[in-house]
């Protein structure tokens, strides 16, 4: 999947402006995440095809956000509920799967995603150095990943899978440290729905690396 959200309303919040928007943010997110479960729910028995349909609708309400946000913000908040459900839906069969052959890696990397986002979301909430740059060196290298991904499909590589997911955490932790460090930085209000789907799709991403890693690429 690929990163990251633009929004507008960066600059110097004051404190009470960013702990407001912080807890909006993390708000959404876990209104998202309580709609990717139930997709995930919901869509325990589709097919592969109706999954691939849910996953290209999930990432249309992404794009819609970024239209409805100049009519109506209630409107933004129920695309983002929309995307998270949808989401749920195209991933229900990989959690099926896992959650048959090898639960214990979905708590694995549940737990571990877990603690990978708490730190690395502390660290880009804390830090005062300016993260565009590594915004910038993750994005190409998200690029290269994704042609690497292509290639492992056709082409056999001792360990591709694990340096994949390895490959892939690296990049989503500058991802999620420069995502939090938005959230510290933004002044408007309005931009918490984008903050939230882009720091929601940190986590989705960080937790099917670490599935691959501790299901060992089943």
């Excluded at 730190?119 to 005062?128: E, I, N, P, V």
């Excluded at 690029?143 to 690296?170: K, Q």
């Amino acid at each position: 999947m690929s990163e990251s959200l633009t929004y507008p309303g960066v600059g110097a919040p004051s404190r009470d402006q960013a702990h407001t928007l912080f807890a909006q943010t993390m708000a959404f997110v876990a209104g998202t995440a309580g709609c990717f479960a139930l997709g995930a729910y919901l869509g325990r028995n589709l097919s592969s095809g109706t999954s691939i349909i849910a996953f290209i609708a999930a990432f249309a309400c992404l794009i819609a956000m970024r239209f409805a946000a100049r009519r109506s913000r209630g409107l933004t908040i129920v695309l983002l509920g929309a995307f998270g459900l949808l989401i749920g839906l195209a991933l229900s069969m990989t959690l099926v799967y896992y959650a048959s052959v090898n639960p214990r890696a979905l708590w694995q990397a549940g737990g571990a995603t877990a603690l990978f986002i708490a730190a690395f979301g502390t660290a880009g909430y804390a830090t005062r150095r300016d993260l565009a740059v590594v915004a910038r060196i993750c994005f190409w290298a998200l690029l290269a990943l994704i042609v690497f991904g292509i290639v492992l499909i056709f082409v056999r590589i001792p360990g591709g899978d694990l340096l994949y997911s390895v490959l892939g955490l690296v990049i989503f932790a500058g991802f999620t440290m420069v995502d939090f460090q938005r959230v510290r930085r933004s002044t408007d209000i309005n931009s918490a729905p984008f903050l939230a789907a882009s720091i929601f799709l940190d986590v989705l991403n960080v937790f099917l690396f670490f599935l691959n890693i501790f299901s060992r690429g089943q």
